[in-house]
C-alpha cells in the first residue's frame, strides 16, 4: 500500500488517498484527545477513488 495523496496533518482530520494492488481507497484520520481514530472506504477502482478524492478536496463528497 502506498499513499499517493494526502492533506495536511496538522488539521485534527486529515485525508489520505492510498492505492494498493490496482485498487485504491482514502483513509480518514481524526485526532483526538485518546489519539487517533482511523476510518476507511471501501476499494475502488484507482479511477474511481481520484473522482472521490477530487470531489472530497472541492467539498463535493460528505
Not at 499513499?3 to 486529515?14: G, H, K, R, S, Y
Not at 480518514?28 to 485518546?34: L, N, S
Amino acid at each position: 500500500m502506498r499513499v499517493i495523496a494526502w492533506t495536511c496533518e496538522c488539521q485534527d482530520v486529515f485525508y489520505e488517498l492510498c492505492q494498493t494492488g490496482g485498487q485504491a481507497f482514502i483513509r480518514r484520520t481524526v485526532k483526538t484527545g485518546k489519539g487517533r481514530g482511523v476510518r476507511e472506504t471501501c476499494r475502488w477502482r484507482v479511477a474511481e477513488a481520484q473522482a472521490m478524492w477530487t470531489a472530497l478536496l472541492s467539498g463535493l463528497a460528505r
